[in-house]
Structure formats: C-alpha cells, structure tokens
Nanobody, 123 residues
Framework: QVQLVESGGGLVQAGGSLRLSCAASGRTFSSYSMGWFRQVPGKEREFVATISWGGGATNYADSVKGRFTISRDNDKNTVYLQMNILKPEDTAVYYC????????????????WGQGTQVTVSS
C-alpha cells in the first residue's frame, strides 16, 4: 500500500515556475515507478511525466517536454515535478501516481493516486 500527498501548487503568471512535490508513505517507495498527470474539468486525465524506480528512465508528454523535469529522492520518499516557462494551458489539477514495474504514460496502469494539487497559470 502506498499513500501519496501532493503539494506545491498555486497561482503563477505565465512564464513563471513552480515545483510540485509528492510525498509517499511506505517502505517500498523505491520499488515503484512514479508519474505525474493532470486534469481539467470536463476532460480526461492526461499524462505529464513518468520516472522509473531508480530515476534512470524518464518520459514526458510532448506538450511539456523541455519545460518540465521529473525527479525523485528515494531517501525522502518524494517525487518532484519542476515546471518552468508555464503557460495558461498548463492550468489543471496535478496528480502523482505510483505503479509497480516500468514507466508508463497510461493512466490505467497506475495503482495509487494522490488527491491532487491545483496549478493555475494566469496570462
């Protein structure tokens, strides 16, 4: 069982930066691949970024590639999403999620989810 709690969301102007954190409970955090997803009202939850259990493999949605960076600190049981050059279209509730085995951009592959944190980018 893994419990996830996101933090770091807020209101930022276009072009600005935010860093989201996701703190995980449980002693097996390092055995899970982690992902960030986002959702706006009326739309499906979409993939943002994913990182393997050891941090050696990452993958990003095309819409955030070059602007967002996913990382993790297994000693702190935390995964991060550094978001730079934010755009109004990045506005969404951001969720972190955990899955066993390899990285994936498929929302259905993830077993555990946090409650989400709101990110709002003003123009």
């Amino acid at each position: 069982q893994v419990q996830l709690v996101e933090s770091g969301g807020g209101l930022v102007q276009a072009g600005g930066s935010l860093r989201l954190s996701c703190a995980a409970s449980g002693r097996t955090f390092s055995s899970y691949s982690m992902g960030w997803f986002r959702q706006v009202p009326g739309k499906e939850r979409e993939f943002v970024a994913t990182i393997s259990w050891g941090g050696g493999a990452t993958n990003y949605a095309d819409s955030v590639k070059g602007r967002f960076t996913i990382s993790r600190d297994n000693d702190k049981n935390t995964v991060y999403l550094q978001m730079n050059i934010l755009k109004p279209e990045d506005t969404a509730v951001y969720y972190c999620a955990a899955k066993r085995r390899g990285v994936s951009g498929n929302v259905l592959a993830y077993e555990y989810w946090g409650q989400g944190t709101q990110v709002t980018v003003s123009s």
